[in-house]
């Protein structure tokens, strides 16, 4: 294991832990890095300015110059099953995460602090919950957890726990924000760590709500992006895509935006336009198409999201400044996602929409909507739920100062969000347990290449796809067709190759059901877990 090689050999014999197997070893460990995993919810591939982005995130572009920056990061492309695969090393479809997965909870399911405790690790949650399942009273088995579980307001929400505990709603007056305010209570619990168990590791989980509709930021944030994006996604596209070519991160062709392509469970187009305004569109339309009104509210919408993640970069600076005051930077792996990719989603929930009250404030409620979803996640296919690289490409930085020689590097081994326990429990000095799908990715911090994966897996809402090495197999819904891509030259999916290597088609739509019926047999073969209950109801975005 890559831990042995970086730590020193442990010595002594070692004991199987009961915690799924874990190994712990009986002599004195090693020192043991902290872990501090930041997670944002719905922010496209290259939003931020370390991407290739227009955005302002001078704390992320910080990691990813002190750091390394994966190019080929998937998720699941939806919220809730992309957390579970980071908490668990599973994939969704072997533990019934997925919202389109159905069956009981197995009991092999195990989550990240509840490998990492028998190596010595405290464990703290700060931010969106969305795993389908919680275990005790502190979620998970983290020893502190502040848990948002409205994702409907981020100035009132209406479903807070601290510890299992329900928290009284905020109130405009108390001048809450949901991000600022998971931020504190991830400081609190580092602070804490500081005072009582500062010769134990830590790994905090810190999970904002940012930017996941509805499109809600302070006014001063927004002001600074309210003149920002006049000249509309098309350009701001093409811009973007230069801008990632020169750093490296790309190297395939703009994809086209698809007007023809949106979600079927948005609010319908009358209801939605009758409630925003005629300036709201659904479909991803060329900008000189659009009027004059029609523009301002576009523009509007993504200074609004763009000062959601801007707020974000500004706490995570906060968590990173924490680090450095209790002395905790050099030993800490701060490893940086996005649980799917932007979204195209308007859906108008939780308390409505007040055609009265200011853009990004409380009373309203708004969707980024395709085109500048199209931006965020360019120059990729698509966005949020789908299986084309719009839907799962995440970034990703890794930042370990006594760990990762490399600075402002780049990483392009493919590599899934089931990866990311196995490698925490590899550079802990343990072993993550047999059957978990992920595997270490720390071979990766230091060399190019050094990851490889035999297959990656994906199943959602009927999209499913297979990468192997670099071809990509994908099907869009119960009836769509094989396409087969190359990614190597075309990550935009613009060349199919279906036809012309149907036999490539075959062998890998075989390997794919293979494994899904394979999965579906490993859940259905164990026995329910009694550990785990159900959270409070939540949405499934």
Not at 49 to 69: D, M
Not at 83 to 112: E, H, I, K, S
Not at 145 to 161: G, I, Q
């Amino acid at each position: 294991m890559h831990n042995r090689r970086e730590f020193g050999k442990i010595v002594g014999s070692a004991a199987v832990a009961g915690m799924g197997g874990v190994v712990v070893a009986a002599g004195p460990p090693p020192r043991r890095p902290n872990f501090l995993l930041l997670l944002a919810d719905d922010m496209g591939f290259s939003d931020a300015g370390c991407y290739g982005g227009e955005i302002e995130t001078p704390n992320l572009n910080r990691l990813a110059s002190q750091g390394v920056r994966f190019t080929q990061m998937y998720s699941t492309a939806r919220c809730g099953p992309s957390r579970n695969c980071l908490m668990t090393g599973y994939y969704a479809q072997q533990t019934a995460a997925d919202v389109m997965t159905p069956g009981n909870v197995p009991d092999y399911t195990r989550f990240a602090p509840e490998y990492l405790k028998p190596l010595g690790y405290r464990s703290y949650h700060s931010g969106k919950w969305h795993l389908r399942f919680v275990t005790g009273e502190n979620g998970a088995g983290f020893d502190h957890s502040y848990t948002l579980m409205d994702e409907d307001r981020y100035f009132t929400p209406k479903a807070l726990l601290l510890d299992g505990e329900r928290l009284p709603q905020p109130k405009i007056e108390d001048h809450y924000y949901s991000t600022t305010a998971i931020a504190d209570y991830a400081i609190g619990f580092l602070k804490e760590h500081a005072r009582d168990h500062k010769d134990d590791p830590f790994f905090l989980y810190f999970a904002p709500h940012s930017p996941h509709f509805p499109l809600q930021a302070p006014a001063e944030d927004i002001e600074k992006y309210k003149d920002k994006f006049a000249e509309g996604w098309d350009t701001a596209r093409e811009v973007k895509l230069a801008r990632m070519k020169r750093m490296g991160l790309v190297n395939c062709s703009l994809a086209p935006l698809e007007p023809n392509m949106w979600t079927t469970w948005n609010t319908p187009d009358a209801e939605l336009f009758a409630k925003i305004g005629p300036g709201e569109i659904s479909r991803a339309l060329p900008w000189s198409s659009l009027n004059a009104e029609q523009k301002a509210l576009q523009r509007t919408k993504m200074a609004i999201h763009a000062a959601m993640i801007t707020r974000m970069d500004t706490e995570i600076g906060r968590l990173l400044d924490q680090l450095r005051a209790m002395d905790a930077e050099r030993d800490t792996v701060v490893i940086f996602l996005s649980d799917n990719g932007a979204s195209s989603e308007q859906l108008i929930r939780g308390d409505g929409h007040d055609s009265s009250s200011p853009l990004g404030s409380a009373g309203s409620f708004l969707g980024l909507g395709p085109g500048w979803a199209s931006n965020s996640n360019a120059p990729f296919r698509l966005h949020k739920s789908w299986l084309n690289e719009g839907g799962i490409s995440s970034p990703m930085i890794v930042r370990w100062p006594v760990g990762i020689k490399d600075q402002s590097k780049l990483r392009h081994d493919p590599c899934h969000f089931v990866d990311i326990l196995p490698t925490m429990v590899d550079l802990a000095g343990g072993s993550a347990p047999r059957g978990v799908a992920g595997r270490s990715l720390a071979p990766a911090f230091q060399k190019d290449g050094a990851a490889p994966h035999n297959f990656l897996y994906f199943n959602h809402n009927d999209n499913r796809a297979l990468r192997i090495g670099n071809r990509k197999l994908l099907a869009t819904g119960k009836t769509g067709a094989w396409e087969l891509y190359d990614m190597a030259t075309d990550r935009s999916e613009q060349h199919n190759l279906a036809n012309a290597k149907a036999d490539t088609v075959r062998a890998m739509a075989n390997q794919w059901q293979k494994l899904d019926d394979g999965f579906v047999k490993q859940r259905e073969s164990a026995s329910p877990t009694k550990k785990h209950r159900m959270p409070p109801a939540q949405t499934n975005d």
